[in-house]
């Protein structure tokens, strides 16, 4: 486990507060796709229902319901680039959990080049992280689990 310089701390610190836009009770997860050498942002996104659907609470609390409808955090910040007709190609991703295995493979095409995020004691077994772990480092893709100081 390696600290975060400033910067990157900077990105995650901003990816956990893009995590409490999300409306999921029980797990919000924030992104930042940023330029690792001009120091900007590109976009955000956090886990949630896709737009002008219903995202009344009970949907969430109904995990039949909830998980074939959340789109993640990863997907929504790189669709937002595509909506907004900004290259992700050689970008970061600063996220406040280990990707999954379905997100791994839209990252990879999304041409993400480094991916940090805040390595807690379960990420490892979420959502097939190890196979996500495995892709990207077939696909040449850097990944680095940080702790942020004071944390």
């Known amino acids: 486990m390696e600290m975060a310089n400033k910067w990157e701390s900077r990105m995650l610190k901003m990816a956990k507060l893009i995590a409490t836009f999300s409306k999921d009770p029980s797990t919000k997860v924030g992104a930042v796709i940023f330029n690792p050498f001009r120091k900007t942002i590109i976009t955000t996104g956090y886990n949630g229902f896709p737009r002008n659907t219903s995202d ?3 949907l969430y609390e109904d ?3 909830k998980y074939p409808r959340v789109v993640h955090a990863e997907a929504n ?18 996220i406040t959990h280990h990707p999954c295995a379905d997100c791994a493979g839209i990252i990879i095409q999304a041409g993400i080049k480094h991916i940090i995020y805040e390595q807690t004691d379960d990420d490892m077994a979420r959502h097939n992280s190890e196979e996500a772990t495995l892709m990207f480092k077939e696909a ?6 940080l702790t942020l100081e004071g944390t």
């Open 140 to 145: 040449n893709i850097s990944i680095v689990g």
């Open 56 to 58: 009344k609470p009970d």
């Open 77 to 94: 910040a790189i669709v937002e680039a595509a909506n907004q007709g900004i290259s992700t190609s050689g970008s970061a991703l600063a």
């Open 63 to 65: 995990k039949t319901r």
